[in-house]
C-alpha cells in the first residue's frame, strides 16, 4: 500500500513559481510511475506531468511544457513538481498519483493511477 501527501502550494502572482512536492511511504513507490493532475472547479481532472521509476521517461501536458519540470528523488521517496511562470490558468487543486502497473512506461491516463494523495490548492492572481 502507498500513501502519499502533497504540499507547497499556495496563492501567488502570475509570473511566479512554486514547487510541489509528494512524499510517498511504502517499500513499493520506487517502482511506480508518478503522476501530478490537476482539476479546476468544474471541470475534469487533467494530466499534468508523469515519471517512470528510473526518470527514464517524463511527459508534460502541452500547457505546462517548457514550465513545469518534474523531479523524482527515489531516496526520499519524493517526487517535486517544479511550476515557473504560472499563469491564472493553472489554478487548481494539485494531486499526485502512482500506477503500480506504469512504472516502466508511465501513463497520462487517470484511470491508470492506483494510488492518490489528497490534494494540494494552487492560486494563481493576475
Known amino acids: 500500500q502507498v500513501q502519499l501527501v502533497e504540499s507547497g502550494g499556495g496563492l501567488v502572482q502570475a509570473g511566479g513559481s512554486l514547487r510541489l512536492s509528494c512524499a510517498a511511504s511504502g517499500r513499493t513507490f520506487s517502482t511506480h510511475a508518478v503522476g501530478w493532475f490537476r482539476q479546476a472547479p468544474g471541470k475534469e481532472r487533467e494530466f499534468v506531468s508523469s515519471?517512470?521509476?528510473?526518470?527514464?521517461?517524463?511527459y508534460y501536458a502541452d500547457s505546462v511544457k517548457g514550465r513545469f519540470t518534474i523531479i523524482r528523488d527515489n531516496a526520499k521517496n519524493t517526487v517535486y513538481l517544479q511550476m515557473n511562470s504560472l499563469r491564472p490558468e493553472d489554478t487548481a487543486v494539485y494531486y499526485c498519483?502512482?500506477?503500480?502497473?506504469?512504472?516502466?512506461?508511465?501513463?497520462?491516463?487517470?484511470?491508470?493511477?492506483?494510488?492518490w494523495g489528497q490534494g494540494t490548492q494552487v492560486t494563481v492572481s493576475s
Open positions: 515519471i517512470t521509476w528510473s526518470s527514464g521517461i517524463i
Open positions: 498519483a502512482t500506477a503500480s502497473q506504469y512504472g516502466r512506461w508511465g501513463s497520462r491516463r487517470v484511470s491508470d493511477y492506483d494510488h
